[in-house]
């Protein structure tokens, strides 16, 4: 699976940004997918993850009630919707798609990465 990431950008603190996902050649439809993000001279972090169906999400703590993750259904295809971003939501951001059917919040959990996005909140 070949993933696509697009829609980072540079936002004000407070500010909106969607992200978007699309998967290519080798379906991911059955698979969960997840985002992850990395700041500089961080590890990588979970941020969402969702089932195959985009019946159960999942969240990190710290995007709870502010991100939203999303899919369409029988496609390879995940959003994320970010609001009231904040300068610590600075990072690149990938997206992949997990092993199983459900997502996960380890990194080990993922097969297929993207080549990221890169969001800037600027404060």
């Known amino acids: 699976v070949q993933l696509q990431a697009s829609g980072g950008g540079l936002v004000q603190t407070g500010g909106s940004l969607g992200l978007s996902c699309t998967g290519s050649?080798?379906?991911?439809?059955?698979?969960?997918m997840g985002w992850f993000r990395q700041a500089p001279g961080k590890e990588r972090e979970f941020v969402a993850g969702i089932s195959w169906r985009g019946s159960t999400m999942i969240y990190a703590d710290s995007v709870k009630g502010r991100f939203t993750i999303s899919r369409d259904y029988g496609k390879s295809t995940i959003y994320l919707q970010m609001s009231s971003l904040e300068p610590e939501d600075t990072a690149v951001y990938y997206c992949?798609?997990?092993?199983?059917?459900?997502?996960?919040?380890?990194?080990?959990?993922?097969?297929?990465w993207g080549q990221g996005t890169l969001v800037t909140v600027s404060s």
């Open positions: 050649g080798r379906t991911a439809s059955n698979n969960g």
């Open positions: 992949a798609v997990a092993l199983s059917a459900v997502s996960t919040r380890d990194v080990r959990g993922y097969r297929y």
